[in-house]
């Protein structure tokens, strides 16, 4: 069965739910971890989003958190290695529906790729008209082919990308 993107108002147990995960996946990553982040739509108050819970966390080693991932495993989490982008590790957790509940990203702390995401999360949180954009974006893709979800993350992918270059040069005048 092809997996298809389901939409949900924003939701204030996001924030608890991240806090929960976060304290497991800490656990498993132990010392390597320096920061784990709640990121993606559900990270952003009042967007509409699936609701996954996504985590970035940024460690000190790829590879001792490729050393952890029996640990990620217990925790219910598929690894998913690099996940088409080099300097990652990506895992993924579904419930015993097999509906997808959290994504965690591994980068190494301070990565072009951790601040990409942080930068993006933090530019729609400070300008409600962009998110209030994505949102309407987001509609209407999941409207698309009866909500397939290639054709929507395709479809996001232009406007992901201008939001994250100005989300990048907007986070670097703010010194973050």
Known sequence: MKETVELTEYSREWAQQFEEEAVRVAGVLGGNLTSLHHIGSTAVPGLLAKPIIDLLAE????????????????LGYEAMGTF???????????NAERRRTHHLHVFVAGSDHAIRHLAFRDYLIAHPEKAAEYVALKRKLSRIDGGDWDSYVSGKDRFVQNMERLAVDWYAERGA
């Open 59 to 74: 460690v000190v080693s790829l590879e001792a958190c490729d050393a952890a991932t029996a640990g990620m495993q217990l």
């Open 84 to 94: 088409g982008i080099a300097e990652r590790r990506y895992f993924r957790k579904f």
